[in-house]
Antibody, heavy 120, light 108 residues
């Protein structure tokens, strides 16, 4: 069973870059079974897909965030990362990493989530 | 982009009752690629249903999904106390973004 764990700063200053890492265990990040994804949830709100990366390095991003988002993958460390630049208070949210399976077209596994607050 | 609209926003029921949650798309969903998730306070979402009607591993059979095209339903046949949560539907078409409905809160 795949397990995911987010890590990174819980507080980011406005205009800076938010950086998070998701460590994968219980499965191979190179297997091709999943798209490695980032999803966020603003306080008290619904879910917003940010983007994902495949083991080949191919990425997909939400068009609403594409100009500020970079997702990368490090197979040696079995982790993938999110960078979101030029953050504002509107980027304050719980950030989840998750796996998207093309087989069942769903997000099968989720990390526990990490709250990132944008504030000076 | 497919937009998913869930109704009702809040559903108030009692344990033992039947819950029916709706998810409507603004255009036809490809290959019934429609999933449902449950989220409890302070927890990550959990996959319940994929492919509109297939239960994910370990999901009790009181949860069932149905629908095709633009109209989908999640049914919980007999509510247990642990079922009171927020439920989201989700779809991915042929290009980004992956979209979620706004959620239905199921409350006692």
């Amino acid at each position: 069973q795949v397990q995911l764990q987010e890590s990174g700063p819980g507080l980011v200053k406005p205009s800076q870059t938010l950086s998070l890492t998701c460590t994968v265990s219980g499965g191979s990040i190179d297997s091709g079974a999943f798209y490695w994804s980032w999803i966020r949830q603003h306080p008290g709100k619904g879910l917003e897909w940010i983007g994902n990366i495949y083991f080949s390095g191919k990425t997909q991003y939400n068009p609403s965030l594409e100009s500020r988002v970079t997702i990368s993958l490090d197979s040696y460390k079995s982790e993938f990362s999110l960078k979101l630049s030029s953050v504002t208070a509107a980027d304050t949210a719980v950030y989840y990493c998750a796996t998207y399976s093309a087989y069942d077209a769903a997000f099968d596994y989720w990390g526990q989530g990490t709250l990132v607050t944008v504030s000076s | 982009e497919i937009v998913l609209t869930q109704s009702p926003g809040t559903l108030s029921l009692s344990p033992g009752e039947r819950a029916t949650l709706s998810c409507r798309a603004n255009q036809s969903v490809r290959y019934t690629y429609l999933a449902w998730y449950q989220q409890k306070p302070g927890q990550a979402p959990r996959l319940l249903i994929y492919g509109a009607s297939s239960r994910a591993t370990g999901i009790p059979d009181r949860f069932s999904g149905s629908g095709s095209g633009t109209d989908f339903t999640l049914t919980i046949s007999r509510l247990e106390p642990e079922d009171f949560a927020v439920y989201y539907c989700q779809h991915y078409g042929s290009s980004p973004p992956y979209t979620f409905g706004q959620g239905t809160k199921l409350e006692i």
